[in-house]
């Protein structure tokens, strides 16, 4: 088994679930509404998405009302962080995570949740998969060296993002296309180094 492979894919899911239930919460909070549309902001009035940092959560929607949307969002994010925890490293766990991820991008989980769900269960897929024989190169040498802080990386700038955002609102606001850019290397990158380091951990032990 790719341990690390496997780590990566369970921060991956524990990020896209539980981004998708907040993303829901807000939604249901909205109540028994229509949208204006099929892409939403998950957070309602007086949020107004220029002037806070996660621009009111956008999302987008196949249903015509909030509340059904935001309760499916809670399920499904739910169902992602569940599966994620305890049934990733199963035969085809990778890709009911990113089947289920899928379904959380139409149904109000945000756009980067089921994204960060959907390479996760990428991931997965790869939990069980043979690694080559020959010893690993220079690069995957240097990459497996790097392991785990991409990941770690990632974790903090997702999971503590909102926290400050909340009491510095323009301050993160300010510098979010950096926190895009961090978020969009960042993935790539655990899920490279993360191979490296099954790949040196397997050569050392044969």
Known sequence: MRKATKNVAIVFGIAAGAA?????????????????????????????????????????????????????????????????????????????????????????????????????GAAGTRIHKPLPDKQPGGILRLAAKLWPWPLVLFAIWVFGQFPVGTLFNDFLQSIMGFGVLLILSMMPLSVYTAYAYDRLTATNSD
């Not at 994204?115 to 996760?120: E, M």
């Open 20 to 120: 998708g239930i907040e993303h829901g919460i807000f939604e249901i909070l909205q109540g028994n509404t229509r949208p204006a549309g099929l892409m939403i902001a998950s957070i309602g009035l007086p949020c107004v998405p220029e002037e806070i940092w996660n621009a009111c959560e956008p999302a987008m929607t196949v249903l015509p009302n909030f509340l059904i949307t935001g309760i499916l969002a809670v399920i499904f994010g739910l169902l992602i962080l569940v599966w994620s925890i305890g049934f990733i490293q199963r035969k085809r766990g990778g890709l009911i995570m990113m089947l289920l991820s899928i379904a959380l991008l139409l149904f109000g989980g945000g756009l980067f949740p089921p994204l960060i769900g959907i390479i996760g």
